[in-house]
Nanobody, 124 residues
């Protein structure tokens, strides 16, 4: 019933760009924040970015601020993560995630709803 499907991952060289997308369905999305977490081998999962249900207010982790940009379109059921000036440290599995508020992305446990993830690899 609840589904979050990521796409757009792949291999990119340092300094390059990549855009991830997430198609969400199965609950009243207009009342839910959508965003991204990432997880790399040997590292704790990290909140990356979030956009509130209104589609304007956003949050970014310090590690990606100024390089990544999140947007929400298609009646709030699709989000994008534009990733620019990528570095090898951005290599991770990126998960589309959802919860009522972006405040959940600040906490260690993160949001309640998770997709299956898409691999992003930054390497020369």
């Amino acid at each position: 019933q609840v589904q979050l499907v990521e796409s757009g991952g792949g291999l990119v060289q340092p300094g390059g760009s990549l855009r991830l997308s997430c198609a969400a369905s199965g609950w009243p999305l207009e009342h839910y924040a959508l965003g991204w977490f990432r997880e790399a081998p040997g590292k704790a999962r990290e909140g990356v970015s979030c956009i509130e249900s209104g589609g304007t207010e956003t949050w970014y982790a310090d590690s990606v601020k100024g390089r990544f940009s999140i947007s929400r379109v298609h009646a709030n059921n699709t989000i994008y993560l534009q990733m620019n000036r990528l570095v090898p440290e951005d290599t991770a599995i990126y998960y589309c995630t959802s919860d009522p508020s972006c405040a959940s992305w600040h906490a260690a446990l993160g949001p309640d709803y998770w997709g299956q993830g898409t691999q992003v690899t930054v390497s020369s």
